[in-house]
């Protein structure tokens, strides 16, 4: 989900990205290349009920934001930034090829049919996951509130930073699946905050997110049951494409909590 481009060069070799996550504002600094490497990074504590009410948190997350560059020792003024993709609708849709115009037509249709909210309020981006040689093209459609998108726009404007890209934190976490043939889950945990991908050969089969805690309680099996859960839901719509490993991003204890569960 592109919100804003820049006039400015894109061909530097350093890319900054900041996620904002349910606990943490993390900040990295990544030299790009054929051999991707982190050079710097840090992290500062998100505002407590940030999501529930961005607007009255919108000085402390860009207080938060600058805390977390300077942690990390980062001075760059473009990043790309991900939203929370529970925040975020996303829907596959099966359409028929079309010249760009239409595509977008089609795809206004599709989300004002499945759109939890009317058009005019909400930011609107799609991406073909499909061949040009398929019968339909698979379409990926990504729809967030425009006032969620606007305060936090605003919220690095106060930090001094510009977003040059807006992506969702799923969609984010698929592109560590890059180069990895078979079908692959990759989860991330923050907190309660439970983030799943499925890739195939580079290509989103799936995503899912959720808040453990708003489901099953603040027990020790909340984590391990939302990623039972989510792996669930993927088999059900993709049973021609059964997972062949998960890649899990959290603490240890979490992490091991999560394969005893599975096993």
């Known amino acids: ?3 804003r481009t820049s006039s400015r060069g894109a061909s ?4 900054v990205a900041i996620d904002i996550g349910h606990s943490f504002v993390r900040a990295v ?3 790009s ?3 991707p490497r982190v050079l710097k990074r840090g992290q500062s504590n998100v505002p407590t009920g940030l999501w529930e009410d961005l607007h009255a948190h919108r000085d402390a ?3 938060a934001i600058r805390a977390a560059l300077s942690a990390g020792g980062i001075t760059a003024t473009q990043v790309s930034a991900s939203l929370p993709r529970r925040l975020v609708t996303v829907k596959m849709a099966r359409l028929p090829h079309a010249p760009p115009e239409a595509e ?3 795809v206004r249709m599709e989300a004002q049919r499945y759109g939890p909210f009317p058009l005019e309020e909400v930011v609107l981006d799609h991406q073909v996951m499909s061949d040009d040689d398929d019968d339909m093209m698979t379409v990926m459609i990504a729809a967030a509130r425009l006032e969620l998108v606007e305060e936090l726009m605003t919220a ?4 001094g930073v510009e977003v040059i890209h807006l992506a969702v934190s799923a969609l984010a976490l698929a592109e560590h699946a890059n180069g990895i043939a078979a079908p692959v889950g990759l989860v991330r945990v923050d907190g309660p905050e439970v983030d799943m991908a499925a890739v195939n050969g580079g290509r989103l089969l799936f995503s899912r997110a959720a808040l453990a805690e708003s489901t099953y309680g603040s027990g020790n099996d909340a984590i391990p049951s939302e990623v039972i859960r989510s792996l669930a839901a993927y088999q059900n719509e993709n049973r021609s494409h059964p997972i062949s490993r998960l890649l899990i991003s959290s603490d240890n204890k979490t992490v091991q909590s999560i394969a005893s569960a599975l096993a």
């Open 61 to 63: 997350l860009s207080q």
């Open 156 to 159: 690095f404007d106060k930090a």
């Open 1 to 3: 989900m592109a919100t």
């Open 104 to 106: 977008k037509g089609m």
């Open 33 to 35: 290349g054929s051999e």
């Open 12 to 15: 530097s070799q350093r890319v």
């Open 29 to 31: 600094e990544i030299q």
